[in-house]
T-cell receptor, first 112, second 112 residues
């Protein structure tokens, strides 16, 4: 069983609010990822990190930002939430040389 | 570039029916291939994987064989259960790559 956690699991918030989605893993994985999953199920990579102090933008442009100050922690921040940000956000991690990727349970975000 | 194509859903079957979900890939080199499953309200979890040609991955009654000649990794199960209702993602990755490539997902409904 993967040890990767996301909080909150559900969030309803008003337009213009700043939010941070938390993701942490206890497996010592160097690579971490954020995906946005639309209602059609497709996964869109929005950010990833090779390790501490490294972050990269993913394949889908996103207004969110990420940071990686500690190996186990990879939070995602939206400075000003909008209804278009309503989605499910999935965090994942994997060890550099290995290939299996482990996912957190996801955060369902609703912006009113 | 690398890509994964899987059959569109939803797929609806009766309990105890035979299941096939098709997946084909395009990749340079020798990727590993994966099937992930996402149950309602959860993140993705690894169902099975295969790391080289002719390998067969299996788990929970599901099987998939890495076919290099047809660039395919079709998921099969001989007798599905209602509890198999979920979204299934085919994916490929290589140890030296930063990202795993996911298909768009196939939603499976099993009727009692």
């Amino acid at each position: 069983e993967a040890d990767i956690y996301q909080t909150p699991r559900y969030l309803v918030i008003g337009t213009g609010k700043k939010i941070t989605l938390e993701c942490s893993q206890t497996m010592g994985h160097d690579k971490m990822y954020w995906y946005q999953q639309d209602p059609g199920m497709e996964l869109h990579l929005i950010h990833y990190s090779y390790g501490v102090n490294s972050t990269e933008k993913g394949d889908l442009s996103s207004e969110s930002t990420v940071s990686r100050i500690r190996t186990e922690h990879f939070p995602l921040t939206l400075e000003s939430a909008r209804p278009s940000h309503t989605s499910q956000y999935l965090c994942a991690s994997r060890l550099g040389a290995a290939e299996t990727q482990y996912f957190g349970p996801g955060t369902r975000l609703l912006v009113l | 570039g690398n890509s994964v194509t899987q059959m569109e859903g939803p797929v609806t079957l009766s309990e105890e029916a035979f299941l096939t979900i098709n997946c084909t890939y395009t990749a340079t080199g020798y990727p590993s291939l994966f099937w992930y499953v996402q149950y309602p309200g959860e993140g993705l979890q690894l169902l099975l994987k295969a790391t080289k040609a002719d390998d067969k991955g299996s788990n929970k009654g599901f099987e998939a064989t890495y076919r290099k000649e047809t660039t395919s990794f079709h998921l099969e199960k001989g007798s599905v259960q209602v509890s198999d209702s979920a979204v299934y993602f085919c994916a490929l990755g290589r140890a030296r790559d930063d990202k795993i490539i996911f298909g768009k997902g196939t939603r499976l409904h099993i009727l009692p």
